[in-house]
């Protein structure tokens, strides 16, 4: 890595350079925007040549850890390579070029292909049809929960309560709330499951649904959901599937057969597209069939002659969720994934559970488990034996880095104190496996013998060990300049 004093861009600001010089005009200026609304000189504009800016930006690229780097052990958010062509399948210009608000008769592609993928989804997930419209994870939990809310008040009563268990995304008790409802949180048992006990004796005609993470975050499978669907359902309730985790489980199970009744799923995670700041991310719900007239407008729908038109005259919708009707190009890229692996697609799932057990194997007799219960996903770890020599998940995030590999989640789920969450997902081999594992193994044996040297990890990037308290506390967001 070339430089630590890289720098900012505004610093390398120097009078009278330009990224480029045009020829003076030859003919009349046209400016279609009011003098009125005309910005002159900006102060202190950053003044920079256009190899000054191609230089610093590939530095910066370069001292990144990243997804192109080598294994990113980002449990929970299941970060993984995005084939090139799925990328290629986006920009397509009839697909990156189309406007949303382009007339039907124009836009009977797109519309066939949100079709199909709608189609794909709700076999998939067993359920009768499938919204596309949220354009994330946490929009979608929203949709599912006032489509939820919506079929109880036709019934006469939106009740007062959702369940949560402790081991649900952080997500779904601001979800439930932001319904209107308050949440009750279902404690899990030993072995990290919801207990039935317990959801039995909170499961009462005040409650409107059950919001149960499948795999849950300690990357955990509910064996008994026909159970706990019965449960729910024989109160009156909703079983809410958060599917974030369907990666762990596409193609091998089939949550609508389970009993659940509305899924959300993050299509960005499961299939494909590079993800990460924030977006752009996609998170279609599934729903049964009674919620099927609560679903937001527009909805897709097929003509008798085979045309496609977007219907918005659903007088028992939950309304419009946002100005379009989906993050089209995140669609395009879930649809080639899903395409590619075929009626194989359930592989994605069979190598995302087997390369996360195969780090817990290889890693179980150095980390901490604390709950003995077998892996999906993703595995979740504890300090504990580090936390006897002092060194604890943030130390071992941070020396990860000098060997080259991205911190897993930290300090999450709650209910595993000093977690260390890592999700390796379908897409990396077991050499790049193998070399993830040695350096844990290598970390862990240095929290024995020289925990000395943690204090000042991680050695090897642009960016040492920065005071995260100041940091929150006093966050500097904007340069200005000194001179």
């Keep these: 890595m070339k430089s630590r004093d890289e720098g900012l861009i505004f610093e390398r600001s120097r009078p009278g350079k330009r990224g480029y010089s045009l020829p003076p005009l030859d003919v009349p200026e046209k400016i279609g925007i009011p003098e009125a609304l005309r910005r002159g000189e900006i102060e202190g504009e950053t003044e920079v040549s256009e190899v000054d800016v191609a230089r610093h930006f590939t530095r910066l690229s ?29 920009r397509l210009p009839g697909f990156a070029a189309s406007h949303p608000y382009a ?64 081991s649900a995304h952080g997500t779904n008790p601001a979800t439930a709330s932001f319904a209107g409802y308050q949440v009750r949180e279902l404690s899990s048992n030993a072995n990290g499951r919801l207990d039935l006990h317990v959801l039995e004796e909170a499961m009462t005609d005040e409650v409107a649904a059950l919001m149960m993470t499948v795999p849950n975050t300690l990357g955990i499978f509910e064996r008994r959901i026909g159970e706990i669907a019965e449960i729910v359902h024989r109160k009156g309730g909703f079983l809410y599937g958060d599917g974030a985790n369907f990666n762990a489980f596409v193609g091998l199970a089939n949550p609508g057969r389970m009993g659940i009744d509305v899924m959300h799923m993050n299509l960005h995670k499961t299939f494909s597209t590079p993800h990460g700041g924030g977006g752009p991310g996609a998170g279609p719900v599934a729903v049964a069939e009674p919620l099927v007239p609560h679903m937001p407008v527009p909805t897709i729908e097929r003509r008798e002659d085979g045309s496609f038109r977007l219907d918005a005259d659903r007088p028992e919708s939950i309304g419009r969720l946002r100005s379009f009707s989906s993050q089209f190009g995140v669609l395009v890229r879930a649809l080639s994934y899903i395409l590619s692996y075929g009626e194989e697609i359930g592989e994605v799932a069979r190598n995302a559970v087997l390369n996360a057990n195969y780090i817990r194997a290889r890693l179980s007799d150095l980390y901490h488990l604390k709950y003995d219960a077998p892996t999906m996903h993703e595995v979740v770890f504890s300090d504990k034996r580090q936390a006897e020599h002092g060194i604890h998940n943030g130390d071992i995030a941070k020396r990860l880095m000098d060997f080259g590999f991205p ?39 240095e929290a024995r013998e020289n925990p000395g040297i943690f204090a000042g990890a991680p050695y090897t990037t642009p960016v040492r060990r920065v005071d995260e308290v100041r940091a929150a506390k006093n966050p500097i967001l904007r340069w200005r300049p000194t001179r």
């Design 103 to 166: 007339p039907e008769a124009l836009s009977q592609g797109n519309l066939a292909l949100m079709w199909r993928l709608e189609r794909i989804l709700a076999e998939l997930t067993g359920l009768a049809r499938v919204t596309l419209t949220p354009c994330a994870g946490a929009q979608g939990e929203l949709a599912g929960i006032l489509m939820i809310r919506k079929a109880l008040e036709k019934r006469g009563n939106p009740r007062k309560y959702v369940l949560i268990p402790d």
């Design 62 to 90: 370069r001292m990144n850890l990243g997804i192109e780097d080598g294994l990113y052990p980002l449990g929970s958010c299941t970060m993984k390579h995005n084939p090139r062509i799925n990328e290629e399948m986006a």
């Design 407 to 445: 911190p897993p989640t930290v300090s999450f789920p709650l209910i595993v104190p000093g977690a260390l969450m890592i999700e390796p997902t379908e897409t990396e081999g077991k050499p790049e496996l193998d070399l993830f594992i040695e350096a844990m193994r290598t970390i862990a044996q």
